[in-house]
């Protein structure tokens, strides 16, 4: 088994966890050593698991180690990413995720959570997380450091720069354009492509503030 850590303790470390144990039940790959808070940790476990300073390098960092970025802020994972490049980030796909395994392309780093679709000839980067039941279709292209909240929907030959959100219910329509560090808001429709970075919200969807 490979140990492995996980950067993170709030609700996305323990999903991250669950689904460790998760993917252990088809066959036992990984042994979870521990979390590493990015600030000085309040406690000293998590789920019966140790927890680990950042600062304190010697303690976790291993290189024969698997590691995960289990924090939904997307400027949070790349610079965690940016301190520690040299670690092992696999991608893990939870077992009662749909992936087209054929045609997928996907770098290292991203998390699947459980009930997800990610369709055919679908391209990710990094250091993405798919909450429960997110829907990619077909042909899109997905840049880095984006964080789909769950039933998210991307439509098919979409295109998502790095760094983007995208709320719980949002939908993304087919042939669009996602600006790096967009922010769709929860049950958002979006209906055009966004080329200027903001947040946005509602039906069809608008840019804050404007």
């Known amino acids: 088994m490979k140990s492995i850590y996980i950067f993170g303790t709030g609700g996305l470390a323990k999903e991250a966890a669950m689904l460790i144990r998760n993917i252990n039940k088809a066959s036992d790959k990984y042994l979870l050593k521990g979390f590493v808070e990015i600030a000085t940790p309040e406690q000293n476990t998590l789920l019966n698991v140790p927890i680990f300073s950042e600062e304190k390098t010697q303690d976790w960092y291993h290189e024969d180690s698997a590691y995960i970025i289990a924090i939904a802020n997307s400027k949070t994972k790349e610079s965690i990413?940016?301190?520690?490049?040299?670690?092992?980030?696999?991608?893990?796909?939870?077992?009662?995720?749909?992936?087209?395994?054929?045609?997928?392309?996907?770098?290292?780093?991203?998390?699947?959570?459980?009930?997800?679709?990610?369709?055919?000839?679908?391209?990710?980067?990094?250091?993405?997380?798919?909450?429960?039941?997110?829907?990619?279709?077909?042909?899109?292209?997905?840049?880095?450091?984006?964080?789909?909240?769950?039933?998210?929907?991307?439509?098919?030959?979409?295109?998502?720069?790095?760094?983007?959100?995208?709320?719980?219910?949002?939908?993304?329509?087919?042939?669009?354009?996602?600006?790096?560090?967009s922010i769709i808001g929860a049950s958002c429709l979006v209906t055009k492509s966004i080329h200027t970075k903001g947040t946005y919200i509602g039906v069809p969807h608008q840019r804050m503030g404007t």
Request: glycine share 8%.
């Open 81 to 181: 990413y940016r301190k520690f490049p040299s670690l092992q980030y696999p991608n893990f796909v939870h077992p009662l995720s749909f992936v087209d395994e054929e045609t997928i392309q996907m770098g290292q780093g991203n998390i699947v959570l459980m009930n997800c679709t990610l369709s055919t000839h679908v391209s990710m980067g990094n250091f993405n997380t798919l909450c429960y039941q997110t829907t990619i279709g077909h042909e899109t292209i997905i840049g880095s450091f984006n964080s789909f909240y769950p039933q998210s929907c991307i439509s098919g030959e979409v295109i998502i720069e790095d760094q983007c959100e995208f709320g719980a219910n949002s939908t993304i329509l087919q042939n669009l354009h996602i600006v790096k560090g």
